[in-house]
């Protein structure tokens, strides 16, 4: 006769099986990561610059930073992303007058986006001019902008490249960092021969220590890589990959 009363833990196991679990985390994913974090740094810039540039010769207003945040929600939707742009006026002599980007959706903010990571500078602090005249509004000009933000941005083009061409390349690094665990693998286990006390042998973290630990990976990072479905594998396949 079949048994109809489950039992808590048979329900549990059926629970977990149903879900999607996050592969263990390799170069491919990191460098996957890496690259959506620089393609939404790289939007949001050149959206802002090309907004700025369409109202070159305007006083910067209320009404122009709309104009930039409706241009964002056009390439990084508001649902999706959260994030809008302000304008930080200079309030010392050592403060540039910017834009900056701010997230109001932490917990979809993957690539923490806040003030300073991401700036577009808008001129020069008064110091950097030589000025005691603190500016408070002003015309934009567009070329003026552009050579201010042209090295930072160009950065992360290049940081981007980067990141494509380590992707490119992850199996052959993949293979290499794989070849490193295993011998730091066979090495603690040659470790533990050494060590004489009964039931359980613990590792010799003095010994380990000199090799670096495994790569430490953001929580931001982490929830990132479990909203895309290319990195989520079945309750059994993530059994075996933990064993």
Same mark, same amino acid.
């Given at each position: 006769m079949t048994n109809l009363i489950s039992s808590p833990y048979a329900d549990f196991i059926q629970e977990q099986k149903k879900q999607k679990y996050l592969k263990k985390i390799d170069v491919s994913m990191i460098a996957s990561y890496h690259i959506a974090y620089y393609e939404t740094i790289i939007?949001?810039?050149?959206?802002?610059? $090309?907004?700025?540039?369409?109202?070159?010769?305007?006083?910067?207003?209320?009404n122009i930073l709309e104009k930039i945040n409706q241009d964002i929600n056009l390439v990084l939707p508001y649902d999706d992303f959260g994030l809008m742009a302000y304008h930080q006026k200079p309030e010392d002599r050592t403060d540039k007058n910017r834009i900056y980007f701010y997230s109001h959706k932490k917990e979809i903010n *993957?690539?923490?986006?806040?003030?300073?990571?991401?700036?577009?500078i808008i001129s020069e602090s008064a110091k950097d001019r030589n000025s005691e005249k603190i500016l408070k509004s002003e015309k934009i000009d567009y070329q003026v902008i552009h050579n201010l933000n042209v090295r930072s941005f160009a950065s992360d083009i290049q940081e981007l490249k980067k990141w494509e061409k380590i992707k490119a390349s992850s199996y052959d690094i993949q293979y290499r960092i794989d070849q490193i665990n295993n011998l730091?693998?066979?090495?603690?286990?040659?470790?533990?021969? *050494?060590?004489?006390?009964?039931?359980?042998?613990?590792? $010799?973290?003095t010994i380990m220590e000199c090799i670096e630990d495994s790569p430490k990976h953001s929580n931001s990072m982490r929830s990132w890589l479990t909203k895309q479905d290319e990195f989520l594998i079945s309750y059994d396949e993530f059994r075996k990959q933990n064993k």
């Open positions: 939007k949001l810039k050149k959206s802002t610059i $090309n907004t700025l540039e369409k109202n070159n010769g305007k006083i910067l207003n209320k *993957f690539f923490n986006i806040d003030k300073f990571v991401c700036d577009v730091k693998n066979e090495l603690e286990n040659f470790v533990k021969l *050494f060590d004489e006390s009964e039931g359980y042998k613990h590792k $010799n973290y």
